[in-house]
């Protein structure tokens, strides 16, 4: 019986990101996304951006709120409306109240070119047809 090769045998490592989906048995743990942690004065980072600790000090010392303060705040969606529901709601169109339905059906393809010869539409332009065709 033939030996596995030691190459065949090893678990690879995978790092999160990296494209590659870990080896069978293994658990990709995601990365931590919004975790609370205090960001301070980075002189790599931020010193390459030309912002010196003491430009960091005099804008990152932010109080904490008072407890009248987080009384008197109000929900995001009561002091902006329009926003909320723009957030709420989504991209894209609003559902339609009778939307269309996905059909396979097989025509001729004689039909199909008559209908694409004239150009975008074609799909609706049968329906159109199909529709003239049963009464509607």
Known sequence: MAKK?????????????????PARGTVSKPPQ??????VG???SAHGALGITAEDWAAVSDSPPLS????????????????????????PGRPPLD?????????LDDEVVQAFRRDGKGWQARINAALRKAVGL
């Open 98 to 106: 009778t939307p269309k339905r996905q059909v396979t059906i097989r």
């Open 33 to 38: 996304r919004n975790a609370r942690r205090p």
């Open 67 to 90: 407890d009248e303060e987080l009384a008197s705040a109000r929900p995001f969606a009561e002091v902006f409306p329009a926003l909320a529901e723009k957030i709420r709601r989504g």
């Open 5 to 21: 090769s030691e190459a065949s045998t090893r678990s690879r490592a995978v790092t999160v990101g990296s494209g590659k989906k």
């Open 41 to 43: 004065y980075d002189p």
